[in-house]
Each structure stands twice: as C-alpha cells, then as structure tokens.
C-alpha cells in the first residue's frame, strides 16, 4: 500500500491526517488537536512557569535557613522526645555554621549560602514542611507524585495536563539530571495520564544533552517523509485498535521528536550566552544546569527541574554540606538574579528544597539523621511573598510546631500559583477520578501577593 492509498484510507475512517499535520517548519494544518497546545487556567495565574531545584538527599534546615540559637546554647546537651520517630535519648549539635540577618526583612540564613543570601528580600521561607516517611525513596516519591505508595503522576505531569505548553517545538516538562533510583522515571513520569505528558529526561554533563536529537542520515525532507510514512500506520493501528494510550503517545512523541531537532540544539547552546552572564553562573555542572533552566523557560517550557546529589549528611557534616552549598549557591544566586533582570521573575516559580530535612541532633558524632516532621522549603517569585518566613519548627528545630505544611499542602499551593485549581485538576482512570493531592490539600494563601 502506498502512502497516497493510506492517506485516503484514512481520511475516509474519519481519523484524518491529525497527526501528519506538522510541515518541515513545524506549522499545524488545520484539524490538529495537539495535546501539548496552551490550555486555560482554572483562574487568572500568579505564575506561569516553576524551576524546582531539588537538593536529593535531605539538606539540613539548622544549617542552612532555620536559624536555632537554642540549639547552638544547648549543643552536646542529651535531650528525650517522648513521641514521634525520634523518641528517646539523643545529644543535640549545635550548627557549626554562622548565620547572619540579610535584607530588608532581616531572614536569617547561614554563611553557607552569600550568593542566595543576597536575594533575601525575594524568598518565601516555609519552615514547617512536614512528610509522612523520612526515608529517601518515599520521602522522594511523595515530593514528586504526592503518593509514596502507589505509581501517581509527577506533579510536572500534571501542570503540563493542565496548562499545556507555549512553545510546541520544546517538550512542555524537562527533567535535568533527575536520580535513577528513588522511584527513577516514576518522579517525572505521567503514569495514567496520556504519555505525552511525561517529562523529558536530559544530561546535564558536557555530552549531549539529548542522545539522538540529530539525523546526520537523511535531509529533512526526507525524515518528513518517512515520520509520515510511520505515522499513517500507527494511525491504522490506533484506528483498528480505538483506544490504546501507548500508541498515542508513540505518535505524539515522534511528533515531538521530530520538531525538536531544530528547537533543542538553538536553545541548548551556552555559547549564545554573555560572558558576564556565563562567569555569573560558574563553571559547574549545576551552573550551567541553571542556566539551561533559564533558556529553556525563557524559550516557553511550562516546568523544568533540576537535581542535585547528594545531602545525606549521616557523617562529616561540615565538610560535606561545604562542599554541596558552595556547588549551588553561586548559581542559584545568579538564576534569581538573571530572572529578575529580565524581568521573568515574577512569574516563574522557583522551589528549593529536598525530600526532608534533617535532625538537630548528632548521628555519629559529626552528622545529622533524616527529619521529615519538621523542615524548611523555600519560594521566590511567582506571586508569593519575599522575605518572609512561614511556620517555624521548635527551639532545636525537630518538629514543626507553628502553621505547619504538608506536602498536598505544598501541591495544592504550587498548582494554585500557576492557576489550577488542585480539586478541579483530574482525571478520570479506573473508575474513579484521581487529583495530585488526593483527597487532600489546603492553599497555604497566606505566602501570596
């Protein structure tokens, strides 16, 4: 069978060319319903798109932006919890790192981080996070998918079901470096979602940061053809088949793939960049993972995430968490600075934070154990309030005791900020009709503009 024959087959099964639709410059003919186009909001959004920056591991709170001078008062003091995961008998350690007041609204944050430091005044400080288990995988799983249990989709998965994406030629949700064990591809998968929602895994190393995004083979005329000689009989299967979730999203993402050729490598490219703006970021992997996140949300990706190992701190707390902040302080500084300065950070989103946070007190000797009853997240920019803090956990920085946070709360915040309602945001699968925070979830308004 031809393609001219396979073509008037289907045109006359009624299912039409949706899917050859995409000419060499990626224009849509007329009858294309794309998956990925740019959806209404549920109401008028504070953000349009969110960085997360996910510091995988659990980084400590009492180190970094939870100030405790009591726990600096007490150190080497044995302490008993009588409840909670931590119950016992345990010696506090005070934090071996200075803290210092920054900015107008006086946040307290540790010396670790100069460069963060600086934008004080544009950081929403929640300090009462709190997850259901503080082991990683979990922990990990709950952060992204809002179920440590069962496989849910991602919450990247869900904003680009609901929102879509403005820029069709780029993947709508870009996962950069993310961890391939804690739950691995199920952290920006989709799920039972339709797979074209899933996230784009890329490298964030010196090779390429998609494998196979070129054709060195064939012009692009002839790709065209032959992505269209494949679709038409995917197409016929789809056709004969009627429903198969799979296949629609094999023919979305070569559709995709196809587009991407031309888009990725333009926006990939650093070279592009300033020198002013390439030594703002550093010479680091994580800096020019964050400089990627600003291209690729500048060129119209509704989510990128960025991840970075490791801040399990059981041991040589000092030199360890030295060594991770001084990897991403300087370039998460420059990100807020280089949004900010093109006028983008007040409506993207950024989120730093990890899976947990960790205890207050020592675990041998120079470390600190995994905490999720008590935790800092921090915001900045799409609509939420700077300099200031949210919540507080105790006098030793063990449990949140003031406001405190779930993680659906959390869920249920971001998708507000971006203009979804998180009871309205579902899908219909196995009967029932399934949301990112369950059954849960309350819009912590008070963090808003």
Not at 203 to 221: A, F, Q, R
Not at 232 to 251: A, C, K, P
Not at 280 to 306: D, H, K, N, P, T
Request: net charge neutral.
């Amino acid at each position: 069978m031809n393609i001219l024959t396979r073509r008037q087959m289907l045109q006359t099964t009624g299912l039409g060319l949706g899917y050859v639709a995409f000419s060499q410059m990626g224009a849509v003919q007329a009858g294309y319903d794309n998956p990925l186009a740019a959806k209404a909001p549920h109401f008028t959004p504070r953000a349009k798109r969110m960085i997360v920056l996910t510091m995988r591991g659990g980084p400590s709170h009492v180190d970094t932006f939870d100030y405790k001078p009591k726990l600096t008062a007490d150190d080497g003091k044995s302490i008993t919890t009588p409840e909670g995961e931590y119950r016992g008998e345990r010696k506090l350690m005070a934090s071996p790192f200075r803290f210092q007041q920054h900015g107008k609204s006086g946040l307290w944050i540790s010396e670790l981080f100069p460069h963060v430091a600086r934008h004080a005044d544009d950081l929403c400080m929640i300090h009462s996070m709190q997850t259901a288990i503080p082991n990683h995988p979990q922990a990990f799983l709950m952060m992204h998918t809002g179920e440590f249990r069962l496989t849910r989709p991602s919450m990247g998965s869900w904003l680009l079901y609901g929102l879509g994406t403005e820029n069709q030629n780029l993947p709508g949700f870009v996962s950069i470096n993310p961890p391939a064990d804690l739950g691995g591809p199920q952290n920006y998968g989709s799920a039972f979602l339709p797979a074209i929602y899933q996230g784009t895994r890329i490298t964030g190393g010196k090779g390429p940061p998609i494998e196979n995004i070129s054709n060195n083979h064939l012009p692009l005329d002839l790709q065209r053809r032959l992505v269209d000689e494949v679709q038409l009989m995917n197409q016929d299967l789809l056709r004969r088949r009627q429903v198969n979730l799979e296949l629609e999203g094999v023919i979305e993402s070569m559709e995709l793939s196809f587009r991407m050729q031309g888009a990725v490598p333009e926006v990939m490219d650093l070279t592009q960049e300033s020198r002013q703006t390439l030594a703002m970021y550093g010479s680091g992997a994580f800096g020019r993972q964050c400089l990627m996140a600003r291209r690729l949300v500048e060129a119209g990706v509704r989510v990128v995430e960025i991840a970075h190992a490791t801040w399990d701190q059981h041991q040589n707390l000092k030199e360890n968490l030295s060594r991770n902040c001084k990897d991403v302080d300087q370039p998460i500084g420059a990100l807020l600075t280089d949004l900010k300065q093109r006028g983008m950070l007040n409506d993207t989103l950024v989120v730093w934070g990890g899976e947990f946070g960790r205890t207050p007190h020592a675990e041998r000797g120079n470390g600190r154990d995994h905490n999720g009853t008590g935790f800092t997240l921090w915001l900045a920019g799409g609509g939420v309030k700077g300099g200031l803090r949210y919540g507080a956990t105790d006098e030793h920085g063990i449990h949140a005791v003031e406001r405190n946070v779930q993680v659906h709360d959390l869920h249920a915040t971001i998708l507000h900020l971006m203009g979804l309602d998180h009871t309205r945001l579902t899908h219909r699968y196995g009967g029932r009709d399934f949301r990112l925070t369950d059954v849960h979830g309350n819009v912590v308004t008070d963090i808003m503009t």
